[in-house]
Every structure is written in structure tokens, then in C-alpha cells.
């Protein structure tokens, strides 16, 4: 079954603003990954959150937790338009299957 | 000092055909990886190899068959090309350790059959 639920799908903002995208997922994991995609490339892995935290950070990017409701969100700010792209986040499951789920993608455009 | 490669990168076939698709990692990972990423952009894992033995197999056509002659190479071969097979596959690879499965991947191989 599908891990990864982003929500929503589609974002546009313009550049400088900041953009969030959600993701849900439905059984216990180990951790949490996001990663971006874009147009006609692979997947790039962005930053991982373990079950046991709460918050993370990495340049730019904002990553939260919340295991009680199984969710995520991802936070780019001061966003460029080098962020356009898809964000996929990925659970990696409690049973360590080494099996990364990968939900549906949001697909974020930066306006110049 | 492409990390995970992957030929061809595009691929245009006819129903009924056969063909491979490779892939190689230069990062000393021991997990390799397919998945097929569809016209939604939904990314599904097909398999997984750790140390050349098959650990994962998705529900996927016995048409596809991976093959992985060394750690450093898993191979996607398709028989009998259906229309449907048109997807996006990515080749990936990790390195199982404890502190979580960060997945590199290929910059895919675009399948059109027609």
C-alpha cells in the first residue's frame, strides 16, 4: 500500500515566498525522507527526520514530524526558481524491509 | 563521476519486442534497485538486490526479469513489450546501514512502446 501521501499536489508561488507541502503515510516507520525531482531527472534525496524527532533543518529546508498523526511537512523558504520541482517524501517502514515507499509527489513551481 | 548510470536513456520499441535496459553504481552501495515511475509521476518499487541476491519482488510481470552480476550492476531485461510498460525506470542504489536507507538514483530510462 501506498506509504506517501503529499498534500496538496500542485503549488505555485512566487520566488521569495516560502512554500509547504504535506505528506501523510499510514503505518509506524523508522524514518522519513524527502526528495525532490526535476523535470526529466532522477530523484535527489533532500533530508531525513528519524521517528524519534520532532523537527530538522537543512539550509533552506524545514522538516517536521508528527508521529501521533502520522505526517509530515516539508517547508522551503525564501523559494527560487531553481526549486521548481516535484517533492516526494519516502517512509522507510518499522520492520526494516529496507522497502522506501514513495507517495505521489507534489509538483511546486517558483514564479520569477 | 556519474554515481548511479543508466542506458539508454530513451527507448522507443514496438509491441512484442524484448529489450534491457542497464545500469551501473559507482558509490560502492550494496543495495541496488527498479522502480517504475508512471505518467501520474506515482513511483513503485519493482526490486531490490542486496549483494546480487534478489530481497525484494514487487507484484510485477514475470516479463520482467532483473539480473545483477555483481554488486555493482542490476539489469532490467522486459520480454514481450506491452503498451502498457511505457513508464519512466529508474535504476537506484543504497547502503544498508542502521541510520536509515538513503536511496541515489539514476536519472532514468524513458520506455515509450508504440
Known amino acids: 500500500s501506498q506509504q506517501g501521501e503529499e498534500d496538496p499536489q500542485a503549488l505555485s508561488i512566487q520566488e521569495g515566498e516560502n512554500a509547504t507541502m504535506n505528506c501523510s503515510y499510514k503505518?509506524?516507520?523508522?524514518?522519513l525522507q524527502w526528495y525532490r525531482q526535476n523535470s526529466g531527472r532522477g530523484l535527489v534525496h533532500l533530508i531525513l527526520?528519524?521517528?524519534?524527532?520532532r523537527e530538522k533543518h537543512s539550509g533552506r529546508l524545514r522538516v517536521t514530524l508528527d508521529t501521533s498523526k502520522k505526517s509530515s511537512s516539508l517547508l522551503i523558504t525564501a523559494s527560487r526558481a531553481a526549486d521548481t520541482a516535484s517533492y516526494f517524501c519516502a517512509t522507510d517502514a518499522w520492520y526494516g524491509n529496507n522497502r522506501l515507499a514513495f507517495g505521489k509527489g507534489n509538483q511546486v513551481v517558483v514564479i520569477p | 563521476d556519474t554515481a548511479v548510470s543508466q542506458t539508454p536513456k530513451y527507448l522507443v520499441t514496438q509491441m512484442g519486442n524484448d529489450k534491457s535496459i542497464k545500469c551501473e553504481q559507482n558509490?560502492?552501495?550494496?543495495?541496488m534497485y527498479w522502480y517504475k515511475q508512471d505518467s501520474k509521476k506515482f513511483l513503485k518499487i519493482m526490486f531490490s538486490y542486496n549483494n546480487k541476491e534478489l530481497i525484494i519482488n514487487e507484484t510485477v510481470p514475470n516479463r520482467f526479469s532483473p539480473k545483477s552480476p555483481d554488486k555493482a550492476h542490476l539489469n532490467l531485461h522486459i520480454n514481450s513489450l506491452e503498451l502498457g510498460d511505457s513508464a519512466v525506470y529508474f535504476c537506484?542504489?543504497?547502503?544498508?546501514?542502521?541510520?536509515?536507507?538513503?536511496?541515489?538514483f539514476g536519472e532514468g530510462s524513458w520506455l515509450t512502446v508504440v
Open positions: 537506484a542504489s543504497s547502503l544498508l546501514t542502521g541510520n536509515g536507507n538513503t536511496i541515489y
Open positions: 558509490l560502492g552501495h550494496d543495495t
Open positions: 503505518t509506524s516507520i523508522n524514518n
Open positions: 527526520i528519524r521517528s524519534n524527532e
